[in-house]
């Protein structure tokens, strides 16, 4: 294809697709611009060389300047624009990260597309544009954006722009919307890899409200592969659903997470909730196996039993990483666990979002 810029390449989801794509596409330059804030770690992509098939460059997509210099000189074939600020928690605290990096950077880097007639742009968003998701209904492509949270809101504000770029000026764009991702080398402030950091060191596992929010749950490798196919194969204008079926309540995650690592339930805590928690996100696929040809086929227990596996093996990243992530996670647990139980009821009700 040529050259393709991956944004956020070194975060989780980013490096999962830029070693995949490296893998199955080797005669391809792969781009990588990344911040490399908190979330972003260089050494995920220590197994591919700089040369001519790749290059990593720090910088900020919310820098003009930078995205310029770097489109006059890599003219990209194709972007997979995945780079935001991701955590709901912290876009509670501090919703301006969010709206900077999630909206104007995408902004920046649509207008470079345009200026620049970029063939194709491919914007990640997220289920969470769609909000609360009734039972036992999945939301298809069509449904309406109803987000809950600053960290939901700016990315729906993003997918929009995007939107808006294919409608007004003709671009290419294709978005995928993909449910809760999990596995290796992610950060340990999501809950699956917060949990099995805290089970392995015997430390209380806080659980929101009841825990019988619902989430489907998407190997990391396949929503990569999700995008790929995406990228290859979607029509411009269009989104792709990308979920697996693995629709799971957190506290099912939870335990399933302590029978794997040999760690008893009482190391669960109900803590009060989050603000604005959505009960249930569910998507509806059929477009994506239908028009691209893609299906999630690892089941929740396999991708678990893997992801477990490497966390166990690689203690040394996950210290590193959770030194550079400061000290947001540990105070905002501790303000929710002063009333902590270990009961099997829930010290504070779930919100019902």
């Given at each position: 294809m040529g050259t393709i810029l991956i944004t956020g390449g070194a975060g989780?989801?980013?490096?999962?697709?830029t070693l995949r794509w490296a893998r199955q596409h080797p005669k391809?330059?792969?781009?990588?611009?990344?911040?490399?804030?908190?979330?972003?770690?260089?050494?995920?992509?220590?197994?591919?060389?700089?040369?001519?098939?790749?290059?990593?460059?720090?910088?900020?997509?919310c820098s003009v300047e930078a995205v310029d210099a770097l489109w006059a000189q890599e003219k990209p074939d194709l972007v997979l624009h995945l780079a935001a600020e991701s955590h709901v928690d912290r876009s509670i605290l501090g919703p301006m990260a969010f709206?900077?990096?999630?909206?104007?950077?995408?902004?920046v880097l649509l207008e470079a597309a345009r200026k620049n007639k970029t063939p194709r742009f491919v914007f990640i968003s997220t289920d969470e544009v769609?909000?609360?998701?009734?039972?036992?209904k999945r939301f298809d492509e069509d449904a309406p954006f109803r987000p809950t949270s600053p960290y939901a809101a700016s990315k729906a504000g993003a997918d929009l722009l995007a939107q808006s770029y294919h409608k007004t000026y003709g671009m290419d764009v294709v978005i995928t919307r993909a449910s809760n991702n999990y596995g290796p080398r992610q950060t340990p402030e999501k809950l699956i890899p917060l949990m099995i950091t805290k089970a392995?060191?015997?430390?209380?596992?806080?659980?929101?409200?009841?825990?019988?929010?619902?989430?489907?749950?998407?190997?990391?490798?396949?929503?990569?592969?999700?995008?790929?196919?995406?990228?290859?194969?979607g029509k411009p204008g269009r989104a792709y659903n990308l979920g697996a079926g693995?629709?799971?309540?957190?506290?099912?995650?939870?335990?399933?997470?302590?029978?794997?690592?040999?760690?008893?339930?009482?190391l669960v805590r109900?803590?009060?909730?989050?603000?604005?928690?959505?009960?249930?996100?569910?998507?509806?696929?059929?477009?994506?196996?239908?028009?691209?040809?893609?299906?999630?086929?690892?089941?929740?227990?396999?991708?678990?039993?893997?992801?477990?596996?490497?966390?166990?093996?690689?203690?040394?990243?996950?210290?590193?990483v959770a030194a550079r992530q400061g000290s947001f996670g540990a105070s905002w647990y501790a303000e929710r666990m002063k009333d902590a139980s270990t009961t099997t009821k829930p010290v504070t009700a779930a919100t019902g979002h």
């Open positions: 989780f989801i980013g490096s999962a697709l391809d330059r792969v781009v990588v611009l990344d911040a490399l804030t908190y979330a972003g770690h260089r050494p995920s992509l220590n197994s591919l060389v700089e040369g001519d098939h790749f290059r990593f460059v720090h910088g900020d997509i709206i900077e990096t999630n909206v104007r950077g995408t902004q769609y909000g609360p998701t009734p039972e036992p392995l060191g015997d430390e209380a596992l806080p659980v929101y409200g009841d825990g019988q929010h619902k989430r489907d749950w998407i190997f990391v490798e396949e929503h990569a592969a999700g995008i790929m196919a995406a990228a290859l194969k693995n629709e799971r309540t957190n506290l099912d995650i939870v335990k399933s997470i302590l029978q794997l690592v040999g760690k008893p339930d009482t109900y803590v009060t909730d989050r603000p604005a928690h959505d009960r249930r996100y569910a998507l509806g696929v059929a477009r994506a196996q239908r028009e691209l040809g893609f299906s999630a086929v690892m089941t929740l227990e396999e991708g678990l039993k893997q992801t477990v596996a490497w966390y166990r093996a690689n203690a040394p990243w996950v210290a590193e």
